[in-house]
């Protein structure tokens, strides 16, 4: 099993910035794609960015030139970085891993419980 400890949300003023990190921890060989997606109230769940290990990193249109996505594979941990926060940014956010607990394991998806990010003056 797969455990993900999300952190950093918060309030924010528009045009703040925000750090959100995601720690992965229990049965873990290697992580292929690490991403963050956000749900906000009366929506569906939306990718934000994601990154896989090897390959191009993936931006929904919407926050491409403000937010930032990296990876510390040996820390097992993705961040995203949010600059320019505008009120409609405000939803909860979630992190998202691919994860194979070894060689012959299938891939698996996990999901962290969510951190709350609200852009508001």
């Known amino acids: 099993q797969v455990q993900l400890v999300e952190s950093g949300g918060g309030l924010v003023q528009p045009g703040g910035s925000l750090r959100l990190s995601c720690v992965a921890s229990g049965n873990i060989w290697t992580i292929n794609t690490m991403g963050w997606y956000r749900q906000a109230p009366g929506a569906q769940r939306e990718l934000v960015a994601e990154m896989p290990r090897r390959g191009r990193t993936n931006y929904a249109d919407s926050v491409k030139g403000r937010f930032t996505i990296s990876r510390d594979n040996d820390k097992n941990t993705v961040y995203l970085q949010m600059h320019s926060l505008r009120p409609e940014d405000t939803a909860v956010y979630y992190c998202?891993?691919?994860?194979?607990?070894?060689?012959?394991?299938?891939?698996?998806?996990?999901w962290g419980q969510g951190t709350q990010v609200t852009v508001a003056s």
């Open positions: 998202k891993l691919e994860t194979q607990q070894s060689p012959w394991h299938p891939w698996s998806h996990y």
